[in-house]
């Protein structure tokens, strides 16, 4: 059986080596193999759950475009799209909506981190957020979800909606319930200033991460400055634990280098961080600087990065609409 892959990433800028190692890189991979049926959505509805300045939206937009493309996600084996141009997404998520029941999304972590202290402040969309990712994700009768590790719990979610819906309705298998493709080893990078917070589009320091855009000077002197402790790096697994740091920076040079942690701890062993961290950025400048080169030259061509978008969006919303004709039938519209 072929697969249907479907994945979104939010335009919401700073898409960062978190983005390329936890999702992007296996986008390609997945991309890649002929067996595989390959959507890629821009979430612009999932970005304006928090407040966003329209101009850069859109720039944003391009870039993740620019940047799916540029990471190599072939256009022509796949559908690249925009989520609001397809409007099913959004009808899709009332009628979800109206299924999941609010005990279940009171669990959702990742609201609370993000609402924080003040949870009344927060929108409603923000709350309803993971309930928008379910429509995106059955509309498309997709069979797997490949995401980092903190997506998981929303992907549990949707599974449980696309199964309470088939129940509640008497609709047999109607929605797919969609697998989650979560890498095993390094699904979660961590900021370059503190080994246990994730790294993020939004925190405040540029030098907690490592954009997709940052050029050759960029990736060094961030490495340089990455945070680390006082002891050389460890003969084995067993002498990482608490030590975060270490054991992220080990993590990204693995990964960069598609091989297993314990192999990269074993080249290491016993050096001290300076020496590791000048062949870390090197890797970083060979892996990533070809990416940032190729997105500033895709920015330069917004008519081009349209019309993938345009493309995208009549194979999207053909298959969308369809579902959504059917979902309405089953609802009693
Ligand atoms: P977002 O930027 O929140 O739309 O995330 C896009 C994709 O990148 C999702 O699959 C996330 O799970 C993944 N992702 C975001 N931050 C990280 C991180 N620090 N480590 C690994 N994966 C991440
Ligand atoms: N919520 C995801 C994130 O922030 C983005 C997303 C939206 C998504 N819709 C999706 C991911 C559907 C996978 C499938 O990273």
Same mark, same amino acid.
């Given at each position: 059986m072929k697969k249907k892959i479907f994945s979104g990433v939010q335009p919401t800028g700073n898409l960062h080596l978190g983005n390329y190692l936890g999702a992007i890189k296996n986008f390609?991979?997945?991309?890649?193999?002929?067996?595989?049926?390959? /959507?890629?959505?821009? +979430?612009?509805?999932? $970005?304006?759950?928090?407040?966003?300045? #329209? %101009?850069?939206? !859109?720039?944003?937009? !391009?870039?993740?475009?620019?940047?799916?493309?540029?990471?190599?996600?072939? $256009?022509? %084996? *796949?559908?690249?799209?925009?989520? @609001?141009? +397809?409007?099913?997404h959004s009808e899709a998520a009332w009628v979800l909506g109206c299924v999941a029941r609010t005990g279940w999304l009171n669990r959702m972590t990742q609201f609370?981190?993000? $609402?924080?202290?003040?949870?009344?402040?927060?929108s409603l969309g923000l709350y309803s957020y993971p309930v928008l990712m379910a429509a995106d994700i059955l509309?498309?009768? =997709?069979?797997?979800? #490949? +995401?980092?590790?903190?997506?998981?719990?929303?992907?549990?979610?949707? !599974?449980?909606? $696309?199964?309470?819906f088939n129940i509640d309705f008497a609709a047999d298998n109607f929605f797919k319930v969609p697998e989650p493709l979560i890498q095993k080893d390094f699904s979660r990078i961590m900021s370059l200033k503190d080994g &246990? %917070?994730?790294? @993020?589009? =939004?925190?405040?320091?540029?030098? =907690?991460?490592?954009? &997709?855009?940052?050029?050759?000077?960029?990736?060094? *002197?961030? /490495?340089?400055?990455?945070?680390?402790?006082?002891?050389?790096?460890?003969?084995?697994?067993?002498?990482?634990?608490? !030590? #975060?740091?270490?054991?992220?920076?080990?993590?990204?040079?693995? =990964?960069?280098?598609? @091989?297993?942690?314990?192999?990269?701890i074993k080249n290491f062993a016993g050096k001290n961080f300076s020496e590791f961290k000048e062949n870390l950025s090197q890797e970083l400048v060979d892996k990533i600087g070809p990416i940032s080169l190729e997105i500033k030259k895709l920015?330069?061509?917004?008519?081009?990065?349209? %019309? /993938?978008?345009?493309?995208?969006?009549?194979?999207?919303?053909?298959?969308a609409t369809k579902k959504m004709k059917n979902i309405r039938e089953i609802v009693g519209f």
């Open positions: 390609v991979e997945l991309n890649n193999d002929e067996e595989n049926k390959c /959507i890629f959505c821009v +979430v612009d509805l999932h $970005a304006i759950t928090v407040k966003q300045n #329209p %101009k850069e939206l !859109r720039s944003n937009i !391009r870039e993740t475009v620019a940047t799916f493309l540029a990471s190599g996600i072939d $256009a022509n %084996k *796949s559908i690249i799209f925009n989520q @609001s141009t +397809v409007s099913a609370k981190e993000k $609402a924080g202290k003040d949870k009344e402040k927060a509309l498309y009768d =997709s069979t797997h979800v #490949p +995401v980092g590790n903190d997506q998981k719990q929303h992907l549990e979610l949707c !599974r449980d909606i $696309a199964q309470k &246990l %917070k994730k790294m @993020s589009k =939004s925190d405040l320091s540029d030098f =907690s991460r490592i954009n &997709l855009t940052d050029d050759e000077d960029q990736i060094i *002197s961030k /490495i340089k400055k990455s945070k680390t402790d006082t002891l050389p790096l460890p003969n084995n697994f067993n002498e990482l634990e608490n !030590r #975060p740091e270490a054991k992220n920076l080990l993590g990204i040079y693995s =990964s960069l280098k598609n @091989s297993d942690l314990e192999k990269t920015l330069g061509d917004k008519g081009y990065l349209d %019309k /993938i978008l345009s493309n995208g969006f009549e194979k999207a919303n053909e298959i």
